[in-house]
Nanobody, 122 residues
């Protein structure tokens, strides 16, 4: 079965950087659009960014544009979320997802990881 495993979360100071990884098992990431979502305490899950199956098309939430970047390493079957200029409001559990459509809509994604905690201190 398809599994997605996130890693790289942790505690970072405001203004710092962190890179999250999402590794897909049993399937190649080149067959899927890959996305990142996050859920902050007391908030609903929200879209962060996504990448087409080819990596040629990306979308980002306005709140992270210019600060976060999605990239793919096909050899490692891994998608990354490089986060810079982190703010306390970026604190959340971050989830990766895989699906057939490059979209900001949660229901378009078929497979989800367990999430990794990112905490940004001020």
């Amino acid at each position: 079965q398809v599994q997605l495993v996130e890693s790289g979360g942790g505690l970072v100071q405001a203004g710092g950087s962190l890179r999250l990884s999402c590794t897909l098992s049993e399937r190649t990431i080149m067959a899927y659009a890959m996305a990142w979502f996050r859920q902050a305490p007391g908030k609903v899950r929200e879209f962060v960014g996504s990448s087409s199956w080819s990596g040629g098309g990306t979308y980002y939430a306005n709140s992270v544009k210019g600060r976060f970047t999605i990239s793919r390493d096909n050899a490692k079957n891994t998608v990354y979320l490089q986060m810079t200029s982190l703010k306390p409001e970026d604190t959340a559990v971050y989830y990766c997802a895989a699906g057939g459509v490059n979209s900001e809509v949660e229901v378009e994604y078929d497979y989800w990881g367990q999430g990794t905690q990112v905490t940004v201190s001020s």
